[in-house]
């Protein structure tokens, strides 16, 4: 079994900052991309930035500039560093990484169980 979990969510004024963190748990044999993805109310999921294991990075043309991800490969984990934060970044943030398990042939997806943001103006 493998697990995502996901902190440091909140509320912030707008222009504040906020780092949510995501670490994966379980029989793990390797982590490929990891990223995070947000929902607003009535919209999409959408991709926000991705990682690759290499550390290749990824975003979301409305966070570029504003939003970092990292990982820190030998803690299973991915981050996301938000800075500048609009009303329009409130949403649930979801982290996803691609998994391959001891047990399997292939790396499967698998999801956080998301974390609010909400930037009041």
């Known amino acids: 079994q493998v697990q995502l979990v996901e902190s440091g969510g909140g509320l912030v004024l707008a222009g504040g900052s906020l780092r949510l963190s995501c670490a994966a748990s379980g029989s793990i044999s390797s982590i490929h991309t990891m990223g995070w993805y947000r929902q607003a109310p009535g919209k999409q999921r959408e991709l926000v930035a991705v990682?690759?294991?290499?550390?290749?990075?990824n975003y979301a043309d409305s966070v570029k500039g504003r939003f970092t991800t990292s990982r820190d490969n030998a803690k299973n984990a991915v981050y996301l560093q938000m800075n500048s934060l609009k009303p329009e970044d409130t949403a649930v943030y979801y982290c996803?990484?691609?998994?391959?398990?001891?047990?399997?042939?292939?790396?499967?997806?698998?999801w956080g169980q998301g974390t609010q943001v909400t930037v009041s103006s």
């Open positions: 990682i690759t294991s290499g550390g290749s990075t």
């Open positions: 996803n990484a691609r998994i391959q398990r001891h047990s399997d042939w292939f790396p499967q997806n698998y």
